[in-house]
Nanobody, 121 residues
């Protein structure tokens, strides 16, 4: 069993900052990549940031320069530092992970339950 536990969401004012955390727990052999997605009401889920096992990161233009993804391999945890938040950043943020549970198992993508981020005055 693998679980992704998300935390750090909340209500912030425009221009504020928020830091999200996602910790993977359970039987894990290797994590190849972790990332964050978000979904606003009435919209499709979209990529926010990803980070691979070698530290390579990827961001869409909408968050470049404002969001930073990082990873603590020892803790199997990924973070998302969000600065200069805008109302359009509002949504449910989901953590995901591309991982292998055992040496002989298949790579599988897991999702967290999501954490609400609301940017409003």
């Amino acid at each position: 069993q693998v679980q992704l536990a998300e935390s750090g969401g909340g209500l912030v004012q425009p221009g504020g900052s928020l830091r999200l955390s996602c910790a993977a727990s359970g039987t894990i052999f290797n994590i190849y990549a972790m990332g964050w997605y978000r979904q606003a009401p009435g919209k499709q889920r979209e990529l926010v940031a990803t980070i691979t096992s070698d530290g390579s990161t990827n961001y869409p233009d909408s968050v470049k320069g404002r969001f930073t993804i990082s990873r603590d391999n020892a803790k199997d945890t990924v973070y998302l530092q969000m600065n200069s938040l805008k109302p359009e950043d509002t949504g449910v943020y989901y953590c995901n992970s591309d991982l292998q549970r055992t040496r002989w198992g298949a790579r599988t993508i897991y999702w967290g339950q999501g954490t609400q981020v609301t940017v409003s005055s």
